[in-house]
Every structure is written in C-alpha cells, then in structure tokens.
C-alpha cells in the first residue's frame, strides 16, 4: 500500500525502499503472451526504471506458475540490476509463507496470507 510508505516517511525516520508482495495466482499464458501487453510493457520500462531501481529493496513473487515464470525471466534482462531484487516462489504456499515470514515482520504480511492479528509486538 503505497499510503503506508507515505505515512511512514518522515524527517526522523525516511523510507527510501520498499518490498512489493506481487501475488501471480491466476495469471493465464494468453496474458503474458499478448503482443500488445508486452509491447505497452516495454515502452513503459524505461520510464519507471530510475524509480524502481532506486526504490525497490526487494519485489517477492507468490503463486508463481509457470507462465508468470516466462514472463518474469523475459523481462529480467531488460530489467538489469533491478531484478536481482527479485525473490520469485511458485504454489506451495508451506514454501512462500516460510520465506515470507524471514523476509517480513510479521504484521507486514496480509491476514489473507496468514498473519495473525494475535501475535504481539516485541
């Protein structure tokens, strides 16, 4: 949610990087395959690359099928040095909640992934 980096942004305390949760779940070929999608993609790169490399400190791929896979490894040539930053899980869900949990504080991860809203602050 973009509103929560905003608001956490202040002069004591500046957020300059981010971790983006992309869910792939349902993601169809006929959707990564689309000659126009890909071409509107790749004009749109370079125009948000700065700020993607600049801003994303880590970009967690779930419920990665196999067409999400193709997708995302066509586009991490072109993505450079930003998709080193790139932590791509398929669906099993026992695998992706485990890196999830080691990546994120807990009450970073959405309720529907399995946070729960008992578990207290240190």
């Known amino acids: 949610n973009i509103y929560c980096i905003i608001e956490k942004d202040?002069?004591?305390?500046?957020?300059?990087?981010?971790?983006?949760?992309?869910d792939c779940e349902g993601l169809k070929v006929l959707q990564?395959?689309?000659?126009?999608?890909?071409a509107f993609l790749v004009r749109r790169i370079p125009i948000y690359f700065d700020l993607g490399s600049q801003a994303i400190g880590k970009?967690?791929?779930i419920?990665?099928?196999?067409?999400?896979?193709?997708?995302?490894?066509?586009?991490?040539?072109?993505?450079?040095?930003?998709?080193?930053n790139f932590e791509v899980?398929?669906?099993?869900k026992a695998k992706w909640m485990r890196e999830l949990r080691r990546l994120l504080p807990e009450e970073s991860i959405p309720s529907w992934y399995g946070h729960s809203s008992k578990i207290s602050s240190p």
């Open 59 to 61: 970009a967690i791929f």
């Open 10 to 22: 202040t002069a004591d305390s500046e957020v300059r990087q981010a971790v983006g949760l992309l």
């Open 32 to 38: 990564v395959t689309d000659l126009p999608t890909i």
């Open 89 to 92: 899980y398929g669906n099993n």
């Open 63 to 84: 419920n990665v099928n196999h067409a999400a896979e193709v997708f995302l490894n066509l586009f991490r040539p072109v993505l450079g040095g930003i998709a080193e």
